[in-house]
C-alpha cells in the first residue's frame, strides 16, 4: 500500500502563495492518478485537484480553477499543489490521496482516492 506524507502548508496572508508536496513514505506512487483534498474543522472533505498517473489529465474544483497548479516532478515520485492568490476561505488541512488502481486512463471517481496521507495546515490570514 502506498504511503504518503505531505508538507508546504505554514500562514500566509491573502494573495500569497504556497507550494504544497505530496511525497511517497517508503513506497512509489508513479503509476498511481493522485488528487488533492481539504478539510476546514466545521466543513465536510472538499475535492481540489486531480492529475492523471502519466500527468496528462488534471481536474480542478470550480473555487480553485485559475488559481491552484497541481502537477509531478520528473521522477513522478512527488506530487505538488501550487496555490496562488490565497483567500481566507481557502484555510483548512490540505491532504493528498492516491488512487487505488494503477495505470487508469485520466483522473478516478472520488470514492476510489485512497491511502490519506496526514495532512498538512494552510492558514490564509486578511
Known amino acids: 500500500q502506498v504511503q504518503l506524507v505531505e508538507s508546504g502548508g505554514g500562514l500566509v496572508q491573502a494573495g500569497g502563495s504556497l507550494r504544497l508536496s505530496c511525497a511517497a513514505s517508503?513506497?512509489?506512487?508513479?503509476?498511481?492518478?493522485m488528487g488533492w483534498f481539504r478539510q476546514a474543522p466545521v466543513k465536510e472533505r472538499e475535492f481540489v485537484a486531480a492529475?492523471?498517473?502519466?500527468?496528462?489529465?488534471?481536474d480542478y474544483a470550480v473555487s480553485v480553477k485559475g488559481r491552484f497548479t497541481i502537477s509531478r516532478d520528473v521522477t513522478k515520485n512527488t506530487v505538488y499543489l501550487q496555490m496562488n492568490s490565497l483567500k481566507p476561505e481557502d484555510t483548512a488541512v490540505y491532504y493528498c490521496?492516491?488512487?487505488?488502481?494503477?495505470?487508469?486512463?485520466?483522473?478516478?471517481?472520488?470514492?476510489?482516492?485512497?491511502?490519506w496521507g496526514q495532512g498538512t495546515q494552510v492558514t490564509v490570514s486578511s
Open positions: 490521496a492516491a488512487d487505488r488502481l494503477k495505470f487508469r486512463a485520466g483522473v478516478p471517481p472520488l470514492k476510489d482516492f485512497s491511502s
Open positions: 492529475i492523471s498517473w502519466n500527468g496528462g489529465v488534471t
Open positions: 517508503g513506497r512509489t506512487f508513479s503509476s498511481n492518478a
